[in-house]
Structures are given as structure tokens and as C-alpha cells.
């Protein structure tokens, strides 16, 4: 089989030229923008965090700053908007340098045309875990007590706790 010519004499593709430089902005411009999005309540703070949200990080063509755009209920937009500047140096402090030069505050409905859609709670709502019936406690301390280590038995009748009241309630 004969061996295919390259057909670029010498010539190389923007993109492939570019590759490399064009990673290095992306990986220092994205780190942040996700450790932004991922660590918001703990950036700026609980109460924040359940009034507004993250949405959008802009670089300007110049490169002078970014600009966040922050989403909140219209309810809480006054309140968010006095605190703007307080929450861009925040921000700010997550950098480590003055990134963030504007804010820009963005309003929505509490319900619209995706219904639960300003929800800013952060984690998982846990439903109340269902209590072991004293008969479910004498199971499991029945099915631990030949352990003998304290700590392990007392784990082992926690798990069995667990385990039968969940298999008991499905079963209803």
C-alpha cells in the first residue's frame, strides 16, 4: 500500500497553533469560574447564598475585569443590589485579584415558565428518616450480639436498624 502524501508543505493549522495558549486562558479563567459556582455559600456567605446564585461569568475583549451575573427573586434584588459591592470583593478574594470589576444583578419570578426554578437552596433536602419500632430495635440488638467489641456492635445494631425499618416501610 503506498504511503499518502501530506498535502500541507509545511503548513499547520491555526487551531493546533493556538492549542496551547488558548488551554492555559480556559484552565485559568474556568478553575475559578467552578470553584465560583461550586463553593458559593461558603464565598459568600449563608445568607447570601440563599438569596442569589451564580450564573454567568463574562471577560471583557479587553481583558479589564469580568463582569458576574447574580440571580435572585425580585423580592430579594433591593437587597442584593445594596450588597453588591461587599459581594464583589468577596468574589474577589476567591481570585486573589481584582477579576470581577462589574455586577450585574439579574431578577426573577419565584414561579414562571420553569416552576421551581429560584430555588437557591444549595445540598439535598433530606426527608425525616422513619423511627425503628421497639420491635426493629430488639431485632437488630439480636443480630449484634454475638460481636464482641462495644463500638462495633453498637455500629452493627444502627445498621440493622437502618436496613430493617426501610425493608418494613417499603413493605407498606
Known amino acids: 500500500m503506498a504511503k499518502r ?3 500541507t508543505k509545511g503548513f499547520a493549522r491555526t487551531g493546533s497553533l493556538l ?3 488558548i488551554r492555559q486562558a ?3 479563567r474556568g478553575f ?5 459556582l461550586t463553593h458559593w455559600p461558603e464565598i459568600v456567605g449563608e445568607d447570601m447564598a440563599a438569596m442569589a446564585r451564580p450564573v454567568d461569568v463574562k471577560y471583557g475583549r ?5 463582569t458576574l451575573t447574580v440571580l435572585t ?3 430579594n434584588a433591593p437587597m442584593v443590589e445594596m450588597q453588591r459591592e461587599q459581594l464583589r470583593e468577596k468574589v474577589n478574594g476567591v481570585y486573589g485579584y481584582n477579576a470581577i470589576s462589574r455586577l450585574r444583578v439579574t431578577q426573577t419570578a419565584p ?3 420553569a416552576e421551581g426554578q429560584a430555588d437557591f437552596t444549595y445540598g439535598r433536602k433530606e426527608k425525616p428518616k422513619p423511627q425503628p419500632t421497639p420491635a ?5 440488638a439480636h443480630v449484634a450480639k454475638g460481636v464482641g467489641d462495644d463500638s462495633l456492635r453498637a455500629a452493627l445494631e444502627r445498621l440493622a436498624q437502618t436496613v430493617l425499618t426501610r425493608t418494613k416501610s417499603q413493605e407498606r
Open 5 to 7: 502524501k501530506p498535502t
Open 136 to 140: 426493629i430495635r430488639a431485632e437488630a
Open 26 to 28: 480556559g484552565e485559568s
Open 32 to 36: 475559578a469560574v467552578t470553584r465560583l
Open 73 to 75: 427573586t425580585g423580592a
Open 19 to 21: 492549542q496551547q495558549r
Open 111 to 113: 414561579t414562571g415558565f
Open 62 to 66: 479587553q481583558g479589564f475585569g469580568a
